[in-house]
């Protein structure tokens, strides 16, 4: 059977990791946080990025002492039994494929303002494109990955340059009109904008020194993106009041278009088409990975362990997720799909964090290259504030989910 080959370096995988990021939600979904958040939806996303961070050393330590393309598959395993490892993989690939459906529909509210052409079709067609680029083998995703992850963070960083004059025209600490449950009903929905970093765990066996090189990405990959991230929201709610963002389906056009014009909006509406595009690339190719390493393992789903010769990609295992993917997108509202996707991840980092605590009891002889600090009784604090964070959110997204009609 054919193997996944080691040529991503570490610099391959923080562009993938801020990659997959950065279109994830601050392009999509911005403006449904700041319905909920109002002026304090870049605390909302501080909030979410803090209980990321904490997952990531999570994830670092685990990646480390098994670096695996299975990701949390190989983790929940070792943890709690395979038949729990292949239900968390079922989860997390699931995420991945959700997610993808997500930006999808965030790239065709970008892409109907160049073209007039509806949600479905341009979701679909996204979701092909993509599928065509994955089948065509990692290095020709990486290199892809690597130019749309710098278009995307230009956009950012212009929209940065638009808005920064007007930071001060709010008041950035006054409480949203539904109080602290909207504050952290905010801070659920934006936390999908965090969703891509665990991927690049994913990479773990076409990474050169992974148990390096993975850990280094995770933590590089997600300051860069804290820093961005709140820059852009405070400047998004100082430059266009909360209420229009939420109706918007192309929230930073909105943002540019108070000072650039049409002109400014079709600049960014393109640079949001490759960076909807790069996320779905990154979640294509991570979802992909757990499903070929569960495929190896499971009788049940060993048709996903096929690997194309020619290509060197799991070439079944992207066909079933080209189909799902196609599925949710035809749901056809953002903020609906993004809170089912948050549902899957906040269940994967409870039960990652969760993992770290159970091994560091059953295998406490297993090397470590990296090992989370702050310790008690040779319990990660870190990973215990995660799963209460991860908790609290979770419960705000249900009530999102609960509320999303209303």
Same mark, same amino acid.
């Given at each position: ?130 599928? @065509? ?13 690597? +130019? ?14 638009? *808005? ?20 952290? *009903? ?80 079709? +600049? ?12 779905? @690339? ?69 039960? +990652? ?54």
């Amino acid at each position: 059977m054919a193997q996944l080959k080691r040529t991503l370096g570490l610099g391959q995988c923080i562009f993938f990791g801020v990659g997959s990021i950065l279109g994830a939600g601050i392009y999509t979904l911005v403006g449904k946080v700041a319905g909920w958040g109002g002026n304090l939806t870049w605390l909302s996303f501080l909030v979410a990025s803090v209980t990321a961070l904490f997952t990531a050393f999570s994830y670092a330590e685990l990646c480390a002492a098994f670096p695996k393309s299975g990701g949390e598959y190989e983790y929940a395993k070792k943890a709690f039994g395979k038949t729990t490892g292949v239900v968390l993989g079922s989860v997390i690939s699931a995420n991945g494929i959700i997610s993808g459906a997500t930006v999808s529909l965030g790239f065709a509210g970008y892409f109907a303002q160049l073209l007039p052409v509806s949600t479905v079709i341009a979701s679909l067609g996204i979701i092909g494109l993509i599928f @065509l680029i994955n089948v065509s083998g990692m290095k020709q995703s990486s290199v892809v990955n690597i +130019v749309f992850t710098l278009i995307e963070a230009g956009g950012l960083f212009f929209v940065i340059y638009t *808005a920064f004059p007007t930071i001060g025209n709010v008041n950035l600490f006054k409480m949203p009109e539904k109080g602290a449950i909207g504050f952290f *009903a905010a801070a659920s929905l934006s936390f999908y904008a965090y969703i891509g970093f665990e991927d690049i765990v994913k990479l773990a066996e076409e990474t050169e020194q992974p148990e390096k090189n993975i850990p280094r990405a995770l933590f590089i990959s997600s300051i860069i993106i804290v820093i961005i991230y709140t820059l852009v929201t405070i400047c998004a709610v100082s430059a266009v009041p909360w209420q229009q963002l939420s109706k918007s389906g192309s929230p930073l056009a909105d943002i540019v278009n108070s000072r650039f014009g049409s002109t400014g909006v079709i +600049v960014i509406s393109i640079i949001a088409l490759f960076s909807t595009s790069n996320t779905i @690339l990154s979640n294509m190719i991570g979802s992909s990975r757990v499903l070929l390493n569960i495929g190896k393992e499971s009788k049940a789903m060993s048709m996903f362990a096929y690997i194309s010769p020619k290509r060197n990609t799991p070439v079944a295992a992207l066909v079933l997720i080209l189909i799902v993917m196609c599925s949710f997108a035809l749901i056809g509202r953002i903020e609906v799909v993004a809170l089912i996707a948050n549902l899957f991840i906040f269940i994967t980092f409870i039960l +990652v964090n969760l993992s770290v605590i159970i091994l560091r009891r059953k295998e406490k002889d297993i090397k470590r290259p990296f090992r989370i600090p702050f310790n008690i009784s040779g319990i990660p604090v870190i990973s215990v504030l995660g799963i209460i964070l991860t908790l609290l959110l979770l419960a705000f997204n249900i009530y999102g989910l609960i509320n999303s009609g209303s």
